[in-house]
């Protein structure tokens, strides 16, 4: 019997999402013969355009089209999708903040297993599928078996899975919006207002070349004056992971990741930061990174170039005085 | 407003590194220090400052062994009213939907207008309020950075997405919202004011008197198992500079220079 996944498409103003393609490379990893379905929620020309751009790597394609669509909204989507799904159903989500709002109570309406920001997938063995996640923001990863026999709602984590070059063997568009609906929209108790864009602040890190970046490893806000100094005598700007906004120590502009700016310098410096995956998610454009941090397991190592494992209260200034000598 | 805030009791991984045992059957466990998860604190602080607004009481709740009862001291400090601890040997392996579960059960007790959860705990999984709100048949809304109330039958909350941005939404009570981090500044909490929680009776409640088989939860009511834990290959890891310390910022200096790393 061949196995069918389902994958949710993530899209926007009618281009899909980097994630659209990772969800069929998570789908093979479930099982490499999977029939594997996309479900494009959305309405108008920006859904069909975002249909038609993946129906070449998926075997099909459901969309649901409505104008109440036109902003994503979680809890009517679950209620959509438990209409619409099969029994026992297996589907891959982006864990993204859409993800998050949809995919446990998906998984209770579905009565089906959850396997929450899945960073790979092993295969499975009769009903238990094998999948790596990691815990304590990386600093440690486990192995994880979930019994499917139910159906299973997947979380794949952004950028984890390798999506492939070559295109499928191309399938079809399927209209399942009547099924979903059934002639009506689903009522929720909660209503989009509007999206609210993030504040610009003083300086734009996403144009610096040289971003010295600071975490919770400084401690207290007076120790953040020998960021600023390194950050002077290198000639770049100070940015920072969230804990220091969530501190107020810094403005929220400054923030880099999933939550905050997408930066590409071409030196990004990371002082006390652990290096979780929502923020190394906002370094593209593979930077020269250095890490400074007291803990050798820290995860940002394994995503940096060059690592130096110390206190930053005692090394920074040495660095900032050495710098500042030698001009 | 009656609110209901759920708090784990978790390492602190800002005094601890975490590390995994020799076998890789668990973290190491002897010396961690623990704490209420950090996302929790920011729950406890919203309801306490919506309680201060409009009235009513803030009750925190977890699921844990007794040791878990620490963190319902430590947030009655900062302001709560009322702690329940939740705790019984078949607890013990509970996967995200058992312990929603177990908290559901909790919930249907009492008569709550609002639930809190953080967005996220140690595990990374960001579930349990998701999953309650969907046991409860109730609205959710997750990672919710801003709230207002607007009357007794609806709240305005903004949802942190990605860039930052943040989607505004209009939300019926009762409700489930999971709160991030940074929606407020969680007050701080001295020895002192933990002292005077000390003697505080905690209601615990077990399996029996929130009315659950012990077959719904713990380890046969789990549909996820950890089968080991590791720390991945670093792969092409960072190359560690090595040295006294002078030597290590001469080098790094160089490296810098190189790399166009000072103007
Ligand atoms: C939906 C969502 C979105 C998020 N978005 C973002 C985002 O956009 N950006 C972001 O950054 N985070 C984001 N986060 C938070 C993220 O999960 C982490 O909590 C955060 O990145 C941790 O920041 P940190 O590395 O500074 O702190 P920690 O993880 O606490 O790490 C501190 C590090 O400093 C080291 N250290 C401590 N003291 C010293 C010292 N004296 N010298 C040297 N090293 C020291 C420690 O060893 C540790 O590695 C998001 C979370 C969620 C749930
Ligand atoms: N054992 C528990 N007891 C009470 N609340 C919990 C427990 N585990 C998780 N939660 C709540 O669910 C939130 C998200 O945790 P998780 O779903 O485990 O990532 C936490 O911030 C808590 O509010």
């Given at each position: 019997?061949?196995?069918?996944?389902?994958?949710?498409?993530?899209?926007?103003?009618?281009?899909?999402?980097?994630?659209?393609?990772?969800?069929?490379?998570?789908?093979?990893?479930?099982?490499?013969?999977?029939?594997?379905?996309?479900?494009?929620?959305?309405?108008?020309?920006?859904?069909?355009?975002?249909?038609?751009?993946?129906?070449?790597?998926?075997?099909?394609?459901?969309?649901?089209?409505?104008?109440?669509?036109?902003?994503?909204?979680?809890?009517?989507?679950?209620?959509?999708?438990?209409?619409?799904?099969?029994?026992?159903?297996?589907?891959?989500?982006?864990?993204?903040t859409?993800?998050m709002?949809?995919?446990?109570?998906?998984?209770?309406?579905?009565?089906?297993?959850?396997?929450?920001?899945?960073?790979?997938?092993?295969?499975?063995?009769?009903?238990?599928?094998?999948?790596?996640?990691?815990?304590?923001?990386?600093?440690?990863?486990?192995?994880?078996?979930?019994?499917?026999?139910?159906?299973?709602?997947?979380?794949?984590?952004?950028?984890?899975?390798?999506?492939?070059?070559?295109?499928?063997?191309?399938?079809?568009?399927?209209?399942?919006?009547?099924?979903?609906?059934?002639?009506?929209?689903?009522?929720?108790?909660?209503?989009?207002?509007?999206?609210?864009?993030?504040?610009?602040?003083?300086?734009?890190?996403?144009?610096?070349?040289?971003?010295?970046?600071?975490?919770?490893?400084?401690?207290?806000?007076?120790?953040?004056?020998?960021?600023?100094?390194?950050?002077?005598?290198?000639?770049?700007?100070?940015?920072?992971?969230r804990?220091?906004?969530d501190?107020?120590?810094?403005?929220?502009?400054?923030?880099?990741?999933?939550s905050?700016?997408?930066?590409?310098?071409?030196?990004?410096?990371?002082?006390?930061?652990?290096?979780?995956?929502?923020?190394?998610?906002?370094?593209?454009?593979?930077?020269?990174?250095?890490?400074?941090?007291?803990?050798?397991?820290?995860?940002?190592?394994?995503?940096?170039?060059?690592?130096?494992?110390?206190?930053?209260?005692?090394?920074?200034?040495?660095?900032?005085?050495?710098?500042?000598?030698?001009? | 407003?009656?609110?209901?805030?759920?708090?784990?009791?978790?390492?602190?991984?800002?005094?601890?590194?975490?590390?995994?045992?020799?076998?890789?059957?668990?973290?190491?466990?002897?010396?961690?220090?623990?704490?209420?998860?950090?996302w929790?604190?920011y729950a406890?602080?919203?309801?306490?400052?919506?309680?201060?607004?409009?009235?009513?009481?803030?009750?925190?709740?977890?699921?844990?062994?007794?040791?878990?009862?620490?963190?319902?001291?430590?947030?009655?400090?900062?302001?709560?009213?009322?702690?329940?601890?939740?705790?019984?040997?078949?607890?013990?392996?509970?996967?995200?939907?058992?312990?929603?579960?177990?908290?559901?059960?909790?919930?249907?007790?009492?008569?709550?207008?609002?639930?809190?959860?953080g967005a996220l705990?140690?595990?990374?999984?960001g579930?349990?309020?998701?999953?309650?709100?969907?046991?409860?048949?109730?609205?959710?809304?997750s990672l919710v950075i801003c709230?207002?109330?607007?009357?007794?039958?609806?709240?305005?909350?903004g949802r942190e997405?990605?860039?930052?941005?943040?989607?505004?939404?209009?939300?019926?009570?009762?409700?489930?919202l999971s709160i991030q981090t940074g929606i407020?500044?969680?007050?701080?909490?001295?020895?002192?004011?933990?002292?005077?929680?000390?003697?505080?009776?905690?209601?615990?409640?077990?399996?029996?008197?929130?009315?659950?088989?012990?077959?719904?939860?713990?380890?046969?009511?789990?549909?996820?198992?950890?089968?080991?834990?590791?720390?991945?290959?670093?792969?092409?890891?960072?190359?560690?500079?090595?040295?006294?310390?002078?030597?290590?910022?001469?080098?790094?200096?160089?490296?810098?220079?190189?790399?166009?790393?000072?103007?």
């Amino acid at each position: 019997m061949v196995r069918q996944v389902f994958a949710y498409i993530v899209h926007k103003e009618g281009a899909a999402d980097d994630t659209a393609l990772e969800m069929v490379a998570a789908a093979k990893r479930i099982d490499p013969d999977a029939s594997i379905t996309a479900i494009v929620f959305g309405t108008g020309d920006d859904l069909n355009a975002a249909c038609n751009e993946i129906v070449s790597s998926y075997q099909e394609v459901w969309k649901i089209d409505n104008e109440a669509l036109s902003c994503p909204d979680a809890e009517a989507t679950r209620t959509l999708l438990v209409r619409i799904l099969p029994g026992k159903a297996i589907v891959i989500i982006p864990h993204d903040t859409f993800g998050m709002d949809l995919a446990p109570g998906l998984s209770i309406k579905l009565d089906a297993a959850y396997l929450p920001d899945a960073v790979d997938i092993e295969g499975v063995d009769e009903n238990r599928l094998k999948a790596v996640r990691q815990e304590y923001s990386g600093q440690i990863s486990t192995h994880v078996v979930c019994d499917i026999s139910g159906g299973a709602v997947i979380t794949a984590r952004p950028g984890s899975f390798k999506a492939e070059e070559t295109k499928g063997t191309g399938g079809q568009i399927v209209d399942k919006t009547a099924e979903a609906l059934k002639g009506e929209f689903p009522e929720t108790g909660r209503r989009f207002i509007e999206v609210v864009e993030a504040e610009v602040g003083d300086v734009d890190i996403t144009r610096s070349d040289i971003l010295v970046s600071v975490g919770r490893g400084i401690e207290d806000e007076d120790n953040m004056e020998i960021v600023h100094d390194l950050a002077r005598a290198m000639g770049g700007d100070v940015a920072c992971s969230r804990p220091v906004v969530d501190a107020k120590w810094l403005e929220k502009s400054r923030q880099v990741g999933t939550s905050g700016k997408t930066v590409k310098p071409k030196v990004y410096m990371a002082l006390g930061i652990s290096g979780s995956f929502q923020h190394q998610g906002g370094i593209k454009g593979a930077p020269f990174m250095i890490a400074i941090n007291k803990n050798p397991n820290a995860p940002i190592f394994q995503a940096a170039d060059v690592g130096v494992v110390a206190d930053i209260l005692d090394f920074v200034p040495e660095l900032t005085d050495k710098i500042n000598g030698s001009r | 407003m009656e609110i209901l805030v759920c708090i784990k009791r978790v390492p602190d991984t800002s005094e601890n590194e975490i590390i995994v045992n020799r076998n890789g059957t668990n973290i190491e466990l002897e010396d961690l220090v623990y704490s209420v998860n950090e996302w929790d604190n920011y729950a406890v602080e919203e309801a306490i400052q919506i309680r201060d607004r409009v009235g009513g009481s803030v009750t925190v709740v977890t699921v844990g062994d007794e040791e878990a009862e620490e963190v319902v001291r430590r947030e009655m400090a900062m302001g709560a009213d009322k702690g329940i601890l939740l705790s019984d040997e078949v607890f013990n392996g509970s996967d995200g939907k058992g312990v929603a579960g177990i908290i559901k059960a909790e919930v249907e007790k009492g008569k709550y207008d609002l639930i809190l959860t953080g967005a996220l705990a140690d595990d990374g999984a960001g579930q349990v309020g998701g999953m309650l709100a969907a046991m409860l048949d109730w609205p959710y809304a997750s990672l919710v950075i801003c709230l207002e109330e607007i009357d007794d039958k609806k709240i305005k909350i903004g949802r942190e997405i990605e860039g930052g941005n943040l989607e505004m939404l209009e939300i019926n009570l009762p409700c489930v919202l999971s709160i991030q981090t940074g929606i407020n500044e969680p007050r701080y909490v001295g020895i002192r004011g933990i002292r005077k929680t000390a003697s505080v009776e905690i209601p615990v409640h077990g399996a029996e008197e929130l009315g659950l088989s012990s077959e719904s939860v713990g380890e046969s009511g789990s549909n996820l198992k950890r089968l080991d834990y590791f720390v991945p290959d670093p792969g092409e890891g960072a190359e560690i500079l090595e040295g006294s310390a002078d030597e290590i910022v001469e080098k790094l200096v160089e490296l810098l220079k190189v790399r166009g790393g000072i103007k």
